[in-house]
């Protein structure tokens, strides 16, 4: 007996494919050709105490390059230490994957930690990668960012996505100015997409202008156990 209740059901295996997202089509590889985002230009803001900031927004940029946008990461804090080597796993696969670059302005140690590294340096090599950032900024401004970019392209003729991994980091620790970021934020392309990396504190000065901020809280961490950098996780 019915209850007055709908139960239909789809009358054919076509039918019950439609309604499957991506048609019961399962994902595929396919070849890495020029393509231009339909959706992107929001700003996204990635802090906290727990790992995976920076893993986070190298999955997008990966991501987005194997869609065939041009892509370029900008590294402010990631000098390095001597638990990790000065070849990293990433920048091994930014070389074999097209369509993405990097650049690493960082200094040896971290600043303010009394490890032996030059503060002053922390300081130049921050406001020189925040320099050269407002160049990335106002490059994609004159580029046409909905049209694809030539993979191989140097990020000076655009990129679609732009990420500046630490600067969060850069600011907290009062090397780059929240208003020289904020200003920066608010002056970028519409259709560039900029994602921004690091700090403990939350960056409550982006609050009204960042599209996405993801808090990355620490629950366990191995490097309280005295686990150091570990190859192919951390570095």
């Known amino acids: 007996m019915s209850d007055g209740t709908s139960d239909e059901r789809p009358d054919s295996p076509a039918e019950t494919r ?39 927004a190298l999955g997008m940029a990966f991501r987005a390059a194997g869609h065939g946008y041009r892509v370029h990461l900008l590294q402010f804090m990631k000098g390095g230490a001597d638990s990790v080597e ?14 993405i670059s990097h650049e690493n302005t960082g200094h040896y140690g971290w600043k303010g930690l009394m490890d032996g590294s030059d503060d002053d340096e922390h300081a130049a090599k921050a406001r020189a990668a925040f320099e050269r950032t407002t160049e ?11 049209a694809p970019l030539p993979l191989d392209g140097p990020p000076e003729d655009g990129v679609h996505m732009l990420v500046l991994d630490e600067v969060l980091y850069a600011v907290e620790m009062g090397l780059v100015a929240e208003d020289e970021l904020l200003e920066l934020v608010e002056s970028k392309p519409a259709d560039l997409e900029l994602v921004l990396t690091g700090g403990h504190e939350e960056p409550t000065f982006l ?15 191995p490097f309280d156990a005295g686990t150091r950098a570990r190859k192919g996780t951390e570095y």
């Open 18 to 56: 439609r309604n499957t997202p991506g048609g019961g089509v399962s994902p595929a590889a396919a070849d890495i050709e020029p393509a231009a985002p339909d959706e992107f230009g929001l700003v996204q803001a990635w802090w906290g105490d727990g790992k995976g900031k920076t893993t986070a």
């Open 207 to 221: 609050l009204d202008a960042a599209d996405l901020v993801t808090e990355v809280r620490k629950v366990k961490h």
């Open 136 to 146: 990335l900024v106002d490059a994609a401004g004159e580029a046409d960012l909905t």
């Open 86 to 99: 000065d070849v990293r796993g990433e920048y091994n696969a930014i070389a074999a994957l097209p369509g």
